[in-house]
């Protein structure tokens, strides 16, 4: 069965510094990995998807995330963060047979402090 | 992308009556899911509804408790029956874009059992 973890619940950072939300999976076969970002009271936004090829993918608002899989990691990454990047994060893992289910991490929220 | 929409977006109920919520999808899709967000959670996923067919549900829901309804290939309803303050949860549907591997979901229906 797939699983999703986050190991932080929360990550502080000041504005201007870089970013990063952890996320390590396990599944069966070839991995499609997701990031998802929730603003207070609004529904799940897309971010980026890694399904194959570059292991770095680049996504929305300037962020990005690096599948490893030797490490079995999908980072979430961003050179320098604003303010209003401050949020709920989800990473989602899902395999590579059609109609599997997505199964979501716990969250992790992010604060940018200016 | 699928534009996905959901009513009602909030309510307060009260102790032991029933809520259906709706979702409306902007283009035919087979794979319609309900999630449910308890507060301060990630996304638990309730139940997969295929349109001709019965919903999936996933290990702890029941139909009893969630009957879902999929009368045609862009909508979807879910009932949270004889509701108890456990039940206040956002609910979510999502769409699955086939070829894609990508799940889109709506702005979420925030429900508070009194």
């Known amino acids: 069965a797939q699983s999703v973890a986050q190991p932080e619940d929360q990550v502080n950072v000041a504005e201007g510094n870089p970013l990063t939300v952890k996320c390590t999976y396990s599944v069966s076969g070839n991995p499609y990995l997701f990031w998802y970002v929730q603003y207070p009271n609004r529904g799940l936004q897309f971010l980026l998807k890694?399904?194959?090829?570059?292991?770095l993918v680049k996504g929305s608002y300037g962020f990005e995330a690096e599948f490893n899989k030797s490490q079995t990691s999908f980072h979430l990454k961003k050179p320098s963060a604003l303010v209003s990047d401050s949020a709920l994060y989800f990473c989602a893992v899902t395999g590579d047979n059609y109609g599997q289910n997505f199964v979501f991490g716990p969250g992790t929220r992010l604060s940018v402090l200016p | 992308s699928a534009v996905i929409s959901q009513k009602p977006s909030r309510d307060i109920c009260q102790r032991g009556t029933s809520l259906t919520i709706q979702c409306q999808v902007d283009s035919q899709v087979t794979m319609m899911f309900w999630y449910r967000q308890q507060p301060g959670q990630s996304l638990t996923l309730i139940a997969t509804?295929?349109?001709?067919?019965?919903?999936?549900?996933e290990s702890g829901f029941v139909i009893d408790k969630f009957p879902i309804s999929r009368p045609n290939l862009t909508f979807s309803t879910l009932t949270v029956s004889n509701m108890s303050p456990e039940d206040s949860s956002i609910y979510l549907c999502s769409v699955e874009s086939p070829g894609y591997n990508e799940q889109f979901f709506g702005p979420g229906t925030r429900l508070t059992v009194l």
């Open positions: 509804a295929n349109q001709g067919s019965e919903a999936t549900y």
């Open positions: 890694y399904i194959t090829g570059d292991n």
